[in-house]
């Protein structure tokens, strides 16, 4: 089919659907104008079109102008949005109804260049007698659709002309001009998806965490994020368009390292800014080409402290435990829970004293989490397991190169990890006497010298303590500082052994029975009565931890034990406790024999087996002693 064959079917099939549609030839103008709210709605929801479209229809109206043309552009439904053209033609085709407004569809205004185009979703030209309205018969008119990205028709121009006019070369016009539009329209929507993604990324990096900070090659900082600036106590335009080395004074040896293809990550540095000494964890990455070409840098800093304490989180140098967990209903032990408690929040140092398997660590981890220390790191060191040579350098850290084998970049010790959270000093007591000096000083000065260093980091460090020796005694042998011991014991607190704890052995037992089940993935055993008996009567001079072990013993072996209880740890307890000693007024053998009894049960609070497991005599016998006395 020819081009002027395929134009003459669109043009048919369009009359056609104007018959159906009940269009007059004889319509004056268009059936349907838009005016008032309805048109202002309908412009504002299509600005930026006309925005986008305007410049390209003013340059082709320049090519036009005084040629007796007009050019509209239309919505996708037909509706005009805009006119430009001579004036002579612009009077005319009022007079026909055609300005900002009118609805130039097939139904609304027969066959035209636009309502046809947009219904054929194709470019086509009509002139003359083609119209189907007759007051449209002395136009020509050329009508090109526009489409988005996606493809679909979003708008219509037109040039419209007297018929006399016409000429295929109009239509290529229009054409042409039309694609320009739409490339625009590509053009503005990627530089809109930039503007969104820069945004976007911009708005990121302000609410990180983290400091970034970008450099050209020449090291010249383009940007950095409001993290950053806070971070460096600085202004952004105090270091924008600024050298980086204004921040890192290793600025051109980082550059190197990258050029050479070193990664330079995780690196702490220190920072002089405003007079004040920052550490931070500085990695920088390299910008490159797709020829491996370096053009810029990315500096990526990180709070020391902040890294710190995700480190201590997942090594462990973190408390577990609360106060739920230190189980005990005795006196001693709910004594000591309320001084715990009490002094939970206070910044004094603690000294918790007690045998060694008390608990003492578990006293310590419980302050800290009922403490507002308790988002940050709970730090222990235990100070007769490092060897000598080492609980300096553990302790305070040191710097790059301050002895033979040193990181790179320096370590940092205990107190600083510690910063703002809990260090825990367990073994007090082995601390060498040199190392208590140097302790002390931090204590009292707080802040900390680097091995190998001279200048002092600040710490807020909660100092909590712990030995299983009397301090006095190690004192008085010369191998612990009063000094020390005073500046330490500011808030002594002693954890009762379990002999001393009324009550609890059953409590306890009951608990390990449980816990050592579940962690075993074993059924709660039953322990039979002689054993239980033994657990009960036994003074456990390994406190908890010894119980604690025994227990796991029994559940492994279903109830039965390996366990070998020392026979002078039996039954001690008990006896000393209850049964009066030298002190037991004289009496009848059967009055001391009956306030034995009544001592021992008072003491067991009830419990007719212990109590006849601590007498030496069987249940039923104890039983039938009970009811002879109570008569």
Same mark, same amino acid.
């Given at each position: 089919?020819?081009?002027?064959?395929?134009?003459?079917?669109?043009?048919?099939?369009?009359?056609?659907?104007?018959?159906?549609?009940?269009?007059?030839? %004889?319509?004056?103008?268009?059936?349907?104008?838009?005016?008032?709210?309805?048109?202002?709605?309908?412009? @504002?929801?299509?600005?930026?079109?006309?925005?986008?479209?305007?410049?390209?229809?003013?340059?082709?109206?320049?090519?036009?102008?005084?040629?007796?043309?007009?050019?509209?552009?239309?919505?996708?439904?037909?509706?005009?949005?805009?006119?430009?053209?001579?004036?002579?033609?612009?009077?005319?085709?009022?007079?026909?109804?055609?300005?900002?407004?009118?609805?130039?569809?097939?139904? %609304?205004?027969?066959?035209?260049?636009?309502?046809?185009?947009?219904?054929?979703?194709?470019?086509?030209?009509?002139?003359?007698?083609?119209?189907?309205?007759?007051?449209?018969?002395?136009?020509?008119?050329?009508?090109?659709?526009?489409?988005?990205?996606?493809?679909?028709?979003?708008?219509?121009?037109?040039?419209?002309?007297?018929?006399?006019?016409?000429?295929?070369?109009?239509?290529?016009?229009?054409?042409?001009?039309?694609?320009?539009?739409?490339?625009?329209?590509?053009?503005?929507?990627?530089?809109?998806?930039?503007?969104?993604?820069?945004?976007?990324?911009?708005?990121?990096?302000?609410?990180?965490?983290?400091?970034?900070?970008?450099?050209?090659?020449?090291?010249?900082?383009?940007?950095?994020?409001?993290?950053?600036?806070?971070?460096?106590?600085?202004?952004?335009?105090?270091?924008?368009?600024?050298?980086?080395?204004?921040?890192?004074?290793?600025?051109?040896?980082?550059?190197?390292?990258?050029?050479?293809?070193?990664?330079?990550?995780?690196?702490?540095?220190?920072?002089?800014?405003?007079?004040?000494?920052?550490?931070?964890?500085?990695?920088?990455?390299?910008?490159?080409?797709?020829?491996?070409?370096?053009?810029?840098?990315?500096?990526?800093?990180?709070?020391?402290?902040?890294?710190?304490?995700?480190?201590?989180?997942?090594?462990?140098?973190?408390?577990?435990?609360?106060?739920?967990?230190?189980?005990?209903? %005795?006196?001693?032990?709910?004594?000591?829970?309320?001084?715990?408690?009490?002094?939970?929040?206070?910044?004094?140092?603690?000294?918790?004293?007690?045998?060694?398997?008390?608990?003492?660590?578990?006293?310590?981890?419980?302050?800290?989490?009922?403490?507002?220390?308790?988002?940050?790191?709970?730090?222990?060191?235990?100070?007769?397991?490092?060897?000598?040579?080492?609980? @300096?350098?553990?302790?305070?850290?040191?710097?790059?190169?301050?002895?033979?084998?040193?990181?790179?970049?320096?370590?940092?010790?205990?107190?600083?990890?510690?910063?703002?959270?809990?260090?825990?000093?367990?073994?007090?007591? @082995?601390?060498?006497?040199?190392?208590?000096?140097?302790?002390?000083?931090?204590?009292?000065?707080?802040?900390?010298?680097?091995?190998?260093?001279?200048?002092?980091?600040?710490?807020?460090?909660?100092?909590?303590?712990?030995?299983?020796?009397?301090?006095?005694?190690?004192?008085?042998?010369?191998?612990?500082?009063?000094?020390?011991?005073?500046?330490?014991?500011?808030?002594?607190?002693?954890?009762?052994?379990?002999?001393?704890?009324?009550?609890?052995?059953?409590?306890?037992?009951?608990?390990?029975?449980?816990?050592?089940?579940?962690?075993?993935?074993?059924?709660?055993?039953?322990?039979?009565?002689?054993?239980?008996?033994?657990?009960?009567?036994?003074?456990?001079?390994?406190?908890?931890?010894?119980?604690?072990?025994?227990?796991?013993?029994?559940?492994?072996?279903?109830?039965?034990?390996?366990?070998?209880?020392?026979?002078?740890?039996?039954?001690?307890?008990?006896?000393?406790?209850?049964?009066?000693?030298?002190?037991?007024?004289?009496?009848?053998?059967?009055?001391?024999?009956?306030?034995?009894?009544?001592?021992?049960?008072?003491?067991?609070?009830?419990?007719?087996?212990?109590?006849?497991?601590?007498?030496?005599?069987?249940?039923?016998?104890?039983?039938?002693?009970?009811?002879?006395?109570?008569?």
């Amino acid at each position: 089919m020819s081009e002027v064959e395929n134009y003459s079917v669109i043009i048919n099939r369009s009359h056609k659907r104007c018959m159906q549609h009940g269009v007059e030839r %004889s319509r004056a103008f268009p059936e349907r104008i838009l005016r008032g709210n309805e048109l202002r709605r309908l412009l @504002e929801k299509n600005a930026e079109l006309i925005i986008i479209a305007r410049p390209f229809i003013e340059i082709l109206y320049e090519l036009l102008r005084g040629s007796g043309f007009s050019i509209y552009l239309t919505d996708k439904d037909g509706i005009v949005l805009t006119i430009i053209g001579d004036m002579s033609i612009l009077e005319d085709q009022k007079k026909t109804g055609i300005f900002v407004g009118t609805d130039m569809s097939e139904k %609304s205004a027969g066959t035209n260049a636009i309502g046809t185009a947009l219904y054929e979703n194709c470019s086509v030209q009509i002139s003359g007698e083609e119209h189907y309205i007759t007051p449209f018969h002395i136009w020509t008119c050329s009508a090109a659709v526009i489409h988005n990205e996606a493809g679909n028709c979003i708008a219509c121009l037109n040039l419209t002309g007297r018929c006399q006019l016409a000429h295929p070369h109009t239509l290529g016009l229009v054409v042409a001009a039309v694609r320009s539009i739409e490339n625009q329209m590509k053009v503005e929507k990627t530089q809109k998806d930039l503007r969104e993604a820069y945004e976007y990324l911009d708005t990121v990096m302000d609410s990180s965490k983290v400091g970034y900070l970008a450099a050209d090659i020449n090291g010249i900082v383009k940007v950095i994020n409001n993290t950053l600036c806070t971070m460096l106590d600085l202004k952004e335009e105090k270091i924008i368009n600024k050298k980086a080395s204004r921040i890192l004074d290793k600025w051109e040896f980082i550059l190197e390292e990258l050029r050479n293809g070193n990664a330079y990550e995780n690196r702490e540095i220190i920072y002089f800014g405003n007079e004040k000494k920052n550490r931070f964890d500085l990695s920088v990455y390299p910008i490159k080409t797709k020829t491996d070409q370096i053009t810029g840098t990315v500096a990526i800093f990180k709070d020391i402290q902040k890294v710190y304490n995700l480190v201590n989180k997942y090594t462990g140098m973190s408390a577990s435990y609360t106060f739920e967990d230190v189980l005990g209903e %005795s006196k001693g032990i709910l004594k000591l829970k309320e001084q715990a408690k009490r002094i939970s929040n206070s910044p004094s140092t603690v000294l918790i004293q007690g045998e060694s398997g008390t608990g003492k660590e578990l006293i310590a981890q419980a302050i800290h989490n009922n403490s507002d220390r308790r988002h940050n790191s709970f730090v222990a060191i235990n100070c007769g397991a490092i060897p000598k040579s080492l609980i @300096e350098s553990e302790l305070f850290g040191y710097e790059e190169g301050a002895f033979t084998g040193a990181k790179r970049g320096g370590h940092p010790g205990k107190f600083e990890l510690a910063n703002e959270g809990t260090l825990f000093l367990d073994e007090i007591a @082995e601390m060498p006497l040199d190392m208590q000096v140097s302790l002390l000083r931090v204590l009292q000065e707080g802040c900390v010298n680097r091995l190998g260093g001279n200048k002092c980091t600040i710490t807020d460090v909660r100092i909590i303590a712990a030995t299983n020796k009397d301090l006095k005694k190690e004192i008085d042998r010369g191998t612990f500082r009063e000094d020390l011991y005073y500046r330490l014991s500011v808030i002594p607190l002693h954890v009762p052994p379990l002999r001393e704890r009324e009550g609890d052995i059953e409590l306890l037992i009951r608990h390990f029975l449980k816990a050592k089940a579940v962690k075993l993935g074993k059924p709660i055993p039953k322990v039979k009565h002689d054993l239980y008996e033994q657990l009960v009567g036994y003074t456990w001079p390994g406190n908890v931890r010894e119980m604690e072990n025994c227990i796991e013993n029994i559940v492994n072996m279903d109830g039965n034990t390996s366990f070998s209880f020392e026979t002078d740890h039996i039954g001690h307890r008990q006896h000393a406790s209850v049964l009066g000693g030298p002190e037991c007024e004289l009496c009848s053998l059967e009055e001391w024999e009956k306030k034995v009894i009544l001592n021992c049960l008072d003491h067991c609070k009830g419990n007719i087996t212990k109590a006849a497991q601590i007498l030496g005599v069987n249940r039923s016998t104890l039983h039938s002693k009970i009811n002879k006395y109570k008569k």
